[in-house]
């Protein structure tokens, strides 16, 4: 098993000199977004022990769910949807900390898929690279939507590229993750041959970024991370790209969601005074109560990364992944989420499809682009 050696001396400067591949990446200054799910499940372990009185200490970023654009859609998929509840979780790249609203990208974008009957929840990573309508007549990386106009533009995204019905959403920030790990006793994981050095190269710039100071990994093997060192290990790009870094991040949820269940009541309320304050969402108190009634009964299923089918391409010398083509991704994720065979898209995904292929040049793709 391995262990950790120490990454900073008392005075908070490294303990060894930064490698080129290092100061790089302080360089970069680019925040790479992290995990909501664990979050949520928290919140509704929060609201079931504790009841609504906390929840006030929660961000209000004022988005009614009600106004929140989808398409018209088949009146068959409207109805498997009404079986589903369905929630946006964005991982921001936020400038200051804390500040979850407009301007801050949304490199972590997963939808969490909750059946009513069953309690199955089933996560989908939507790429952040991925080539879509943001939701404002324009085209380009679906993180910027958020960046544009909020959640509320995030959510509309999603709901008109992929023909869903998202109205809420949970965003949160670096140091929520860090905090909520921590108290939570740290993960265990098995950290790959591969991985290990890169946990430590992302440890110096998220240390930057949160002020928190930590321990590198002294090698690979099963281990229990830390807050600093899990939410490094779930920024990872350089192994299996942002295809690979988003897997990384819903293994974490899942073993997050297991402790968190097994969690004492004084760890769930301190977790709720120290990081309820660094999320926000539009979940209503009455909502979040009938789902905290059920919360025990819910269980991480599948994951999966959207698109299934795709091309890495240029545009304008930006890389961006491209569906290939939206329309055959689009029914791919509605047979995963929602088990859905039948499924027919509306227009708008069928106009977007076109668009986004004549942008991009990608079209109907057979094979899977893993």
Known sequence: ???????????????????????????????????AAELLLLLLLGVGVWGLGKLDKIQ????DPD???????EDVTEEVLKGYTNIALFGLDAREMGELGAGNRSDTIIIASINNETKEVRLASIFRDTYLN????????????????????????LNTNLDLNIKYFVSVDFLALIKTIDLLGGIELDVQDNEWE??????YETTAVT???GLFLDGPGLQTLSGLQATS?????????????TERQRKVITLIAQKAKSASLGTINQIIDEVFPLIATNIPKAELLKMAASMMSYDIGETGG?????????????????????????????????????????????????????????????????
């Open 1 to 35: 098993m391995a262990t950790n050696t120490k990454a900073r001396n008392g005075k908070g400067s490294p303990d060894r000199r930064l490698t080129k591949k290092q100061k790089k990446l302080r360089r970069r200054r680019k925040l790479i977004g992290i995990l």
């Open 60 to 63: 209000d970023l004022d988005v």
């Open 67 to 73: 106004k929140v654009e989808m398409n018209d859609m």
């Open 134 to 157: 943001r939701a404002d007549d324009t085209y380009g990386k679906c993180n910027a939507a958020y960046k544009a106009g909020g959640p509320n533009q995030a959510m509309a995204m």
């Open 198 to 203: 890169w946990v430590n190269n992302y440890m």
């Open 211 to 213: 002020g928190e100071y």
């Open 233 to 245: 290990y779930c920024r990872i790009r350089a192994v299996g790209n942002d295809f690979g870094r």
């Open 306 to 370: 959207f698109p299934t089918l795709r091309e890495d391409v240029r545009i304008n010398g930006a890389a961006i992944v491209a569906p290939a083509d939206l329309e055959a991704n689009v029914k791919e994720l509605h047979k995963f989420l929602f088990n859905e065979e039948d499924y027919y898209p509306s227009p708008t995904v069928l106009r977007f499809n076109e668009e986004i292929a004549t942008q991009t040049g990608v079209y109907a793709k057979e094979d899977s682009g893993t």
